[in-house]
């Protein structure tokens, strides 16, 4: 079983910048590929940006390309996600995933799921 703690999410004005976390345990946090997913009010979650467990293979939302990056730092258990140039529609519930095999962009194949952290973006 793994546990997932997202945390750094807040208000934030159009333009600026979070950097979101999430810390692992409960299983070998290295053999894990991340991501991050995200939920607008009253959408579907969507994908945001996910790693690989050694880190040499990233992907993003076509949205969120060249603004946000997603790294990890095996020897803390953390995955980060860093936002820059935050605009309004990038307000949602931001949650992080893990699995087992690799990632994937749709929600529902991941095997661990985060309870999110709440971003608002005011404009």
């Known amino acids: 079983q793994v546990q997932l703690v997202e945390s750094g999410g807040g208000l934030v004005q159009a333009g600026g910048s979070l950097r979101l976390s999430c810390a692992a345990s409960?299983?070998?946090?290295?053999?894990?590929?991340m991501g991050w997913f995200r939920q607008p009010p009253g959408k579907e979650r969507e994908f945001v940006a996910a790693?690989?467990?050694?880190?040499?293979?990233?992907d993003y939302a076509d949205s969120v390309k060249g603004r946000f990056t997603i790294a990890r730092d095996n020897a803390k258990n953390t995955v980060y996600l860093q936002m820059n140039s935050l605009k309004a529609e990038d307000t949602a519930v931001y949650y992080c995933?893990?699995?087992?095999?690799?990632?994937?962009?749709?929600?529902?194949?991941?095997?661990?799921w985060g309870q999110g952290t709440q971003v608002t973006v005011s404009s």
């Open positions: 409960g299983r070998t946090f290295s053999s894990l590929h």
């Open positions: 995933a893990a699995d087992r095999i690799r990632y994937y962009t749709l929600a529902g194949l991941w095997d661990y």
């Open positions: 790693i690989s467990w050694s880190g040499s293979s990233t």
